[in-house]
């Protein structure tokens, strides 16, 4: 399971090839990706923006960022958790994934990125 820590925030994430709503004939791959985000820092942070890179193995690059997490912005106090499941196309069946989320420490205001690690999009059928 890829995971990162940024100044005391930890991202970590599991995926799914999702076969049912799929189609390789049109080539069409859907993957599913949870996301769990704990903060294991001091202070209390708010989830703010996220920032997406997806990387086709075809060539294609697409970049995602808007507010929040699927329409929330989760507020985390010390040794809290939030967890949300979303989800991504690709046309070849393998793929990846990082970015960042904006942060903000709500005790001070101040603003920090944290890190989404990396994290690989494959079609079971191409590992072997």
Known sequence: MPT????????????????DYSSPAQEHFVFAYKI????????TVKLLRRH??????????????GEGVVG??????PGESHHYVSGCNLKSGMGK???TYLMERLGNGQHFQVDIPEFTLMVPYRLN
């Open 4 to 19: 990162t820590t940024t100044q005391g925030v930890t991202v970590s994430v599991t995926t799914n090839y999702l076969p």
């Open 36 to 43: 769990d985000i704990r903060n294991d820092s001091p202070h």
């Open 52 to 65: 997406w890179y997806i990387h086709d193995a075809g060539g294609e690059v697409r970049e995602v960022e």
């Open 72 to 77: 929330r912005q989760p507020v985390l106090e």
């Open 97 to 99: 994934m990082h970015g």
